[in-house]
């Protein structure tokens, strides 16, 4: 067990006797949307599809990001320096998230953004630290891509902190990849 397990294993036993007075994120009934989970579009279908069967499709890395909810170290990432117009998409399914439009230097380390594209991600409430925050992750796949805060810019005062490993990046006039299944 390394260090990072054992605190959220730690902090999550702490945590056990608070859970129940705490609120949590109810099950919308959108079809896109894993246990527990919370949708803004039933559009997206779900992909039937267990995380192995992304392992051959998505790097090492992304696959630790994506399906077992790991977090890349801060500033690792070159999209959090990505500039150009464009499209940012899930790494595993493709499906477009975030457009360039919307992304801003929150000076944290990793891509951020002020809003998802509507109806492609779906969000879930995450005690591994005690508090609650905000998960978010693909509305398809249901690749982890982040958490949602509140200390955002204006108007919307959101910040998608995102995985950079976790999207891939399209740049504008080129074509979008095909949705993978």
């Avoid at 007075?21 to 099950?27: F, I, P, T």
């Avoid at 051959?56 to 320096?81: G, I």
């Avoid at 944290?108 to 609650?132: E, M």
């Avoid at 978010?136 to 490993?165: I, K, L, S, T």
């Amino acid at each position: 067990m390394n260090r990072r397990n054992a605190l959220q294993t730690l902090t999550t036993l702490v945590a056990l006797p608070w859970l129940p007075a705490c609120s949590r994120a109810s099950d919308t009934g959108a079809a896109a949307a894993p246990a527990g989970a919370k949708t803004a579009s039933s559009k997206i279908v779900r992909l039937n599809r267990p995380a192995a069967a992304w392992w051959d499709q998505v790097s090492p890395a992304a696959y630790r990001m994506l399906f077992e909810e790991d977090t890349e170290p801060s500033f690792s990432s070159p999209l959090d320096k990505e500039k150009r117009d464009g499209t940012f998409v899930c790494a595993a399914c493709h499906l477009p998230l975030f457009d360039s439009a919307h992304k801003f230097d929150s000076g944290t380390g990793w891509p951020s953004f002020t809003r998802p594209v509507a109806g492609h991600i779906g969000t879930k409430k995450d005690f591994k630290l005690v508090w609650p925050r905000t998960e978010y992750h693909c509305a398809r796949c249901g690749g982890h891509q982040g958490h949602v805060f509140d200390d955002g810019p204006p108007p919307r005062g959101e910040r998608w902190c995102n995985n950079g490993v976790a999207l891939a990046f399209v740049p504008k006039g080129q074509p979008l990849p095909a949705l993978r299944s």
